[in-house]
């Protein structure tokens, strides 16, 4: 059964420790700004719930997936591989196969630091697109607007190129601390759902939709 906005859902598929905040924060950022609702297991906390029972939920829920391997190396406490991304991917590629018709609608976006360096830990991938961001914020944004853009229902609709919109977050990334002080909140302690709310609040002055092209 096709749940409400499924067709404007993304699920992000990434790590949510410091180290990637600066990459995760941009691509929730660009998600949103290309007019779709980003969604991942942060959303929600709920200690009746299993981790591996929000995340099936919430792709059950997302027509697009955004799926981010960049981050399998050896941990440098207990020198094993994070899995949980791949594991995910698994996940959601296993809905768009056993799926109902809506899920067999999905579209998937997956991203890497380099180029075939999946092949050494997830080969039965191979075959697949994987899209290169080297770690790098524009390259990041770019590579999710032009994948949302093809698959874009309303063909009247053209998001703006990708070095916009990270010009875009650049500017909000500034504003950001203003917005925050404004609202009585500390930015290094906001949650993902309110960093998804001070991004609405943002793009109610700064909506690119409402530009006239003549």
């Known amino acids: 059964m096709k749940t409400a906005n499924y067709e404007k859902n993304v699920f992000i598929n990434?790590?949510?420790?410091d180290d990637y905040k600066f990459l995760f924060d941009a691509l929730v950022f660009a998600v949103r700004d290309c007019g779709f609702t980003a969604r991942c297991a942060l959303e929600i906390d709920n200690a009746a719930q299993t981790r591996i029972d929000k995340i099936v939920k919430i792709v059950s829920e997302c027509q697009w997936g955004i799926h981010d391997l960049s981050r399998t190396e050896l941990d440098a406490n207990n020198l094993l591989p994070r899995f949980n991304m791949p594991f995910e991917l698994g996940i959601f590629l296993g809905a768009t196969w056993f799926g109902d018709e809506h899920q067999r609608e999905k579209r998937c976006l997956i991203l890497d630091?380099?180029?075939y360096r999946y092949q050494k830990f997830c080969s039965?991938?191979?075959?697949?697109?994987i899209s290169v961001h080297d770690g790098n914020i524009q390259k990041a944004i770019t590579l999710i607007r032009n994948w949302l853009q093809i698959g874009?229902?309303?063909?009247?609709?053209v998001i703006p190129c990708g070095s916009i919109l990270f010009q875009?977050?650049?500017?909000f990334e500034d504003d950001l601390p203003i917005?925050?002080?404004?609202?009585?909140?500390?930015?290094?302690?906001?949650i993902f759902s309110d960093f998804i709310f001070l991004i609405e609040k943002w793009l109610l002055k700064n909506d690119w939709r409402r530009v006239d092209i003549l």
């Open 14 to 17: 990434c790590p949510f420790d």
């Open 113 to 115: 630091k380099e180029k």
């Open 124 to 129: 039965d991938i191979s075959g697949q697109d």
């Open 152 to 157: 874009y229902s309303d063909k009247n609709i």
């Open 168 to 171: 875009r977050y650049e500017i």
């Open 179 to 190: 917005i925050c002080k404004n609202m009585n909140l500390n930015e290094k302690e906001i």
